[in-house]
Every structure is written in structure tokens, then in C-alpha cells.
């Protein structure tokens, strides 16, 4: 089929730029250019609504939704790993809005991009 052909290069062209942007909102960030990495961040998040791709788990736990700030550990966040013996959690503080980002971390099945993919960001 033509048209699902078609759909899933425009999929894979989204993911392409969204990892494109994401890679530019950090140089921002290092940059400490904090307006041009928002509206980067602020791309990624219409591509992917206009193309209907979810993002990759690593750059969608990297953005900050409060205040559309890359969340980088030591510049932009602080991150924590709490632990109450059976679950393990991540906790990822945006130190530019103080919002609070809670994920349930798996120590055995760390670091899988959504799709199986290994590769890096
Ligand atoms: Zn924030």
C-alpha cells in the first residue's frame, strides 16, 4: 500500500528531526541559551503532534512539559533514585519551574528506547 508506505517515511523523517532538535536544544542549553532550547523543544512537540509519532521515551523524559525546558542532570534538573525496597523510582526535578517528574526505573531493563532500537540519541 502507497499511502502506509508513505505514512511511515513521514514517521521515520519526524523521529529523525525530532532526535535532530533534541540534540540542538542540548547544544542550547550548554550554550546557556535557554530561550533558543524552548523553542526547539517547542518543535519537537509539534512535529511530533503533526506526524502522530509519540516521542522517544528518552527525549520525552528529558523534556520539561511545565515549562518546555530540555532537563539536563546538573544544569537543568536534578535527578534522584529513590527506593522502598520492592520499586525503584526516578526522580527528575526541573530546577528552572520546580515541577517534579516521578518514573518507576527498572535497574534490569535500563536505557530501551521504545521500538527495541539501541540506538543512541
Ligand atoms: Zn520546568
Redesign the pocket.
Known amino acids: 500500500m502507497p499511502s502506509s508506505k508513505n505514512k511511515r517515511i513521514v514517521r521515520d523523517l519526524a523521529i529523525q528531526r525530532i532526535r535532530w532538535l533534541y540534540k540542538l536544544s542540548i547544544n542550547a542549553i550548554k550554550r546557556n541559551d535557554k530561550e533558543l532550547a524552548r523553542r526547539y523543544v517547542d518543535l519537537i512537540l509539534s512535529i511530533s503532534r503533526k506526524a502522530n509519532v509519540r516521542l522517544p521515551r528518552l527525549v520525552k523524559r528529558s523534556i ?1 512539559r ?4 530540555p532537563l539536563i542532570p546538573g544544569v537543568t534538573a536534578r535527578v534522584r533514585l529513590k527506593s522502598d525496597g520492592k520499586s525503584s523510582w526516578v526522580i527528575i526535578k ?1 530546577l ?4 517534579i517528574y516521578r518514573y518507576p526505573y527498572k535497574p534490569r531493563k535500563e536505557c530501551q528506547l521504545e521500538g527495541g532500537k539501541s540506538e543512541h540519541i
Do not use: S, Y
Request: glycine letters at 10%; a neutral charge; aromatic letters at 10%.
Open positions: 520539561c511545565n515549562c518546555k525546558i526541573c528552572e519551574c520546580g515541577w
